[in-house]
């Protein structure tokens, strides 16, 4: 299914905007598994689009959030919100590896201003991240990730009963919202990750203890572990491309509407959504939607904001609903 929305970017009250929004799907499946010329050629549009409204926008702070699979938080200790003071990105798939440009007294005045909103967020003064932030650091500022500064905020979205609910999603979004108001800063908030979408990420309830350990204990992987997990979610996107009934499939419907909330900020709607309910009509890793909503809570909610970009396609190949959003206040 195809949605695609390219209305006529106006420069000048995008670069106006003090606060702005981007809503941008993840696949470490970009760039190995074929997709269609029209496809590629669809989200190639979306992408420049992205990276056009963002340009005009010209933040001087970004706020990313994003998740994380298995590759720097893991089940021994799973935090459903952490701060980053510093962060690295690991290089996985063929997204980029390197540190970010984390501004580290602004990421520590954000996690005192939510504890003092009594959010218990954790705290890493070395965060380790995956293509679920650097895919999109990637494609708004290239493959060094030379973005603004970036305050990284990773959501657990893999390991229950620890995946944040949605109103707690919307609040934490409302109280960062607080703090920026704070600071005379241009500032995009990003959510990456979603839509709807279940790649094969294991979970505790996997049959294979070495399985569930390697998802438990914090480590890095071997080269030839790497390569396995690759292949392992590539022959996923290909099995659900064939429709083979072992993969899920993906829910353009669900995303839509996911969408439709986020344009006109009815954001109390989506928090009648409930875990189960979002694992049946979206997928396991469907979770990794509610950045976005993180993400659009500190912008004004319940009126429609200006949207230049809002941009659709399922992609089976990519295992992924992928969709792109900018909205401005």
Known sequence: MHHWKFERMDI??????RRAFLGMSHSPLLGLNPISPEDQASLDAAVAQARAAVNAFDPEL??????????????????????????????????????????????LALA?????????????????VDHGFAQTLQFLWGDEMKSPPVIPVFMNAVAQPGIPRMARCKALGEAMGEFLEQLPLRTLLIGSGGLSHE?????????????????????????????AKTER?????????????????????WDLNWMEHMANGSLDALCGMNEESINAQAGNSAHESKTWLVARAALK?????????RTYRAIPALIAGYGVMFMHN
């Open 199 to 227: 790649p094969p990420v294991p979970t505790l309830a996997h049959p294979d203890p070495a399985v569930r350990e390697r998802i438990t204990i914090k480590s890095t992987p071997t080269p030839e572990e790497r390569d």
């Open 62 to 107: 970004v706020v990313l959030v994003g998740p994380d699979h298995y590759n720097g938080f893991f089940n021994e200790l799973m935090p459903p919100f952490c701060i980053g003071s510093q962060a690295t990105a690991v290089g996985d798939f063929l997204s980029p590896a390197g540190p970010l440009n984390v501004p580290e007294d602004s990421a």
């Open 301 to 309: 909610q319940n009126t429609t904001l200006p949207c230049p970009v």
């Open 12 to 17: 000048t009250s995008i670069a106006n905007a």
């Open 112 to 128: 005192h201003h939510l504890m003092d909103r009594h959010f218990d967020v954790a705290v890493s003064r070395r965060m380790l």
């Open 233 to 253: 979610v590539m022959a996923a996107g290909m099995a659900l491309a064939n429709g083979d009934n072992w993969m899920k499939p993906l829910n353009p419907d």
